[in-house]
């Protein structure tokens, strides 16, 4: 069971993560934790006409939540935000091959989904209402 | 397998029926968080029980068969609880939820008739949130001012700075301090703590939720003037707390909670309080769970908190030796047995305390993980978090010794 969730890419992930940092010119930063775990995540975001141009994270907490999130940061970097937007929790437990968490660190996986979706939030905030209150819908109970 | 030791443990695992239970496909498990809540014997359950299915009604109202029994094993267990802790009368026990509404208590009605502008109120890094959240809002409430005492890299409080303080002439309206440490298992000098304050005529509040499951207590020779524990951490149900004030302070302090049950009369404009303790019991409280804590009282006066602490030494002083040689393990706290109680705190490698947690129950073994409600301590130890297992008198060595199988177990998954 362990075996199969500390794979040697979520080591790899955790030990090394990718896109790990701050990014100065961010067109939104957000900041979620775990207070469950104290898993703590925090996502900046560039983004370039319709796509994201750039995405860093910082953070700190077990290896699910931080292995996720530097996979969350390759699978979206460059992609169109309408895409991005309807990421579903199971596009995210599929990215990083773990289907059969617990419900305790489900939550540790989708923490940084959950930021994610918040800093969208706060970007359509006034460029597109209605994709704001959806995705704000969408990361409560996450 | 016979265990040569204080307790009779393989007696004593036959009167706990989730002992038996398997966990995580078939193994035993191996119940190692008993700081969070202890297991309970078979005695409480069947006295919650029982209070069900043959006398359930409200208590010190109704003058029927019902009421008159639950009332009389409702104040039994308030006997029970002065008699244990030593204290001179019943009229100095108070129910509450838990330890926490025991502090809160102390904070509403002794800190807020107390607690001017300016006064300070002292505790130390070692407190777990339920005895440093009350006094931030009290202190903030009043323009006060909250102190801490340090503790050393190994998990000793500085008990100088106290003197220090002390010394300079500084005043403080109150100590509020834990007995026993949740996190790092480190036993206070409480009776130095508190001479020196009384000294200066400084009340002391002690949270003895880690030291009354796990030592013999006696608050008169202590002489502290509050304490406040936890039914379910010593064999008890959840939803009973114990808050003990010394009379001459009751007296003069106001109600917490006002209601049904804590009055003797009630008129439209005025109300006349009951009398000790009850004025502080406010509308129905927790019946069963109350009696049902009465049967692990006498379950641990069966065994004597003496063998008890006894039987915790041994096993900690095993469980720290095995631990430290595992490979990659920080220990946090005090190295001496006699200077802790059974509670051990520490990380391996890189391996988050989450990640460890899910790898130990693999293995059946239930530990903690996280910060222990005490994340100003967390903040001293620059650790995010800890994996934390602790002890009761159910543990055994084979326990230990799985659990630290189960830590090589998790150095092989993470490749350190
Ligand atoms: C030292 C200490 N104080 C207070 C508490 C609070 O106990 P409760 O949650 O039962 O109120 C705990 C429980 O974790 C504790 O370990």
Redesign the interface.
């Known amino acids: 069971m362990s075996d199969d969730i500390y794979r040697e890419i979520i080591l790899d992930h955790y030990r090394n993560p990718r896109n790990k940092g701050k990014l100065l010119d961010a067109d939104v930063s957000i900041h979620d934790s775990n207070p469950l775990c104290g898993d703590e995540i925090d996502i900046h975001l560039k983004v370039d006409g319709e796509k994201i141009k750039d995405i860093k994270f910082e953070g700190r907490g077990c290896a699910i939540s931080q292995a996720s999130a530097s996979m969350l940061t390759e699978m979206i970097m460059g992609k169109p935000l309408t895409s991005v937007k309807d990421l579903t929790k199971d596009d995210i437990l599929e990215n990083i091959g773990l289907l059969n968490l617990g419900p305790a660190r489900i939550k540790c996986a989708l923490l940084s989904l959950k930021v994610l979706k918040l800093g969208m939030v706060k970007y359509y905030a006034d460029r597109d209402p209605d994709s704001a209150k959806k995705l704000q819908s969408d990361s409560t109970g996450m | 397998m016979m265990q040569k030791g204080a307790l009779n443990v393989e007696k004593i695992r036959e009167d706990f029926p989730i002992l038996k239970r398997k966990v ?1 496909g078939g193994k035993p498990l191996v119940y190692l968080d008993n700081a969070a809540t202890t297991q309970k014997p078979l005695a409480v359950i069947n006295a919650i029980h029982d209070y069900y299915m043959n006398y359930n009604s409200n208590i010190h109202r109704a003058v029927h068969q019902l009421a008159e029994e639950a009332t009389i094993e409702f104040e039994k267990t308030r006997e029970k609880v002065a008699e244990f802790i030593n204290a001179r009368s019943t009229e100095e026990i108070i129910f509450t939820r838990n330890a926490t509404e025991a502090i809160n208590l102390v904070a509403y009605s002794w800190g807020r008739t107390n607690v001017k502008k300016e006064d300070t109120i002292v505790i130390t890094e070692i407190e777990h949130h339920s005895n440093i959240v009350p006094w931030q809002i009290l202190t903030s409430e009043k323009g006060a001012k909250l102190k801490y005492v340090g503790i050393d890299d190994n998990g000793y409080l500085k008990l100088q700075e106290y003197v220090d303080y002390l010394d300079s002439g500084k005043k403080a309206k109150l100590v509020s301090v834990s007995h026993m440490s949740n996190v790092l298992g480190t036993i206070v000098p409480i009776n130095e703590i508190i001479k020196m304050s009384h000294e200066k005529g400084i009340p002391v509040v002690v949270d003895g939720a880690q030291s009354v499951p796990h030592m013999p207590v006696d608050v008169q020779k202590m002489d502290c003037d509050f304490m406040a524990f936890s039914a379910h951490k010593m064999l008890g149900p959840t939803g009973v707390g114990i808050l003990y004030v010394k009379k001459e302070i009751l007296e003069k302090m106001p109600p917490f909670i006002g209601g049904g049950d804590m009055i003797k009369e009630v008129h439209k404009y005025e109300t006349r309080y009951n009398d000790l303790p009850y004025k502080f019991e406010g509308g129905t409280p927790n019946i069963a769970d109350v009696i049902g804590f009465a049967a692990a009282i006498d379950y641990l006066n069966n065994i004597g908190m003496d063998k008890v602490r006894e039987h915790e030494v041994e096993l900690t002083t095993y469980a720290l030796d095995k631990i430290s040689r595992v490979r990659g393990v920080t220990l946090y706290g005090p190295r001496n047995s006699k200077d802790r109680g059974g509670v051990i705190s520490f990380n391996i490698g ?6 460890l947690a ?2 130990m129950n ?1 293995h059946g073994v239930a530990i903690r ?3 222990h409600c005490a994340q100003v301590l967390m903040e001293r130890l620059d650790v ?2 800890t994996s934390r297992a602790s002890f009761y008198i159910y543990n055994t060595k084979e326990e230990v010794d799985i659990f630290v199988g189960a830590l090589e ?2 150095r092989r ?3 350190i």
Do not use: L, N, Q, R
């Open positions: 995580s890189d391996i988050h305390p989450h990640d899910t790898i693999d993980s996280g910060h995010p978090a177990e998790a998954v993470f490749k």
